[in-house]
T-cell receptor
């Protein structure tokens, strides 16, 4: 089954404690991206990756890091989480380069609370 | 810069009634337009898209949307809603560079 898998789905942590949210896709997609969803703001892009070892900032990258060492994985790293990073996070992937159909495949989300 | 405005944060409607969810976009370049749906506790999934061609596009579950360039709108419609359509709906725009700009979402609440 084609899917994007995120872990953990739920996490409560404290300010300053480093954490990683993993994302894996089994569709051999080149493009992967992280979004955060906040009430009234919709989804905002944090980082994206066009391919292995190619990453770039989205609209709200401050406080986050990413890496893309393998095609299937795109972890999101919060080095020193703060309460304003409490949010619902989504990983998404998209198919091959060339004609882009606009279809992003989303994971089920990771709800992060930073106390 | 692109922006997407969804004019209604919540739309309550009775089952079997028609519904329209409004979306306006702004962009200085040609855009691609999308509607995504998010069911409770799930990720988003593509409902329909406009890339080019016919301005009336049909999607899954009986939804359709019309691209109106002069009004910079891409409103989503369904002639008769079901309880199962209760979800949050997001309008999004893109310029082909694989970065989507999302609206703030509209929560559709279908009541029996």
């Amino acid at each position: 089954e084609a899917q994007v898998t995120q872990n953990p789905r739920y996490l409560i942590t404290v300010t300053g404690k480093k954490l990683t949210v993993t994302c894996s896709q089994n569709m051999n997609h080149e493009y992967m991206s992280w979004y955060r969803q906040d009430p009234g703001l919709g989804l905002r892009q944090i980082y994206y990756s066009m391919n292995v070892e190619v990453t770039d900032k989205g609209d709200v990258p401050e406080g986050y890091k990413v890496s893309r060492k393998e095609k299937r994985n795109f972890p999101l790293i919060l080095e020193s989480p703060s309460p304003n990073q409490t949010s619902l996070y989504f990983c998404a992937s998209s198919g091959p380069t060339g004609l882009w159909t606009g279809e992003l495949f989303f994971g089920e989300g990771s709800r992060l609370t930073v106390l | 810069a692109q922006s997407v405005t969804q004019l209604d944060s919540q739309v309550p409607v009775f089952e079997e009634a028609p519904v329209e969810l409004r979306c306006n976009y702004s962009s200085s370049v040609s855009v691609y337009l999308f509607w995504y749906v998010q069911y409770p506790n799930q990720g988003l999934q593509l409902l329909l898209k406009y890339l080019s061609g016919s301005t009336l596009v049909k999607g899954i579950n009986g939804f359709e949307a019309e691209f109106n360039k002069s009004q910079t709108s891409f409103h989503l419609r369904k002639p008769s809603v079901h309880i199962s359509d209760t979800a949050e709906y997001f309008c999004a725009s893109g310029t082909g560079r694989r970065a989507l700009t999302f609206g703030s979402g509209t929560r559709l609440q279908v009541q029996p």
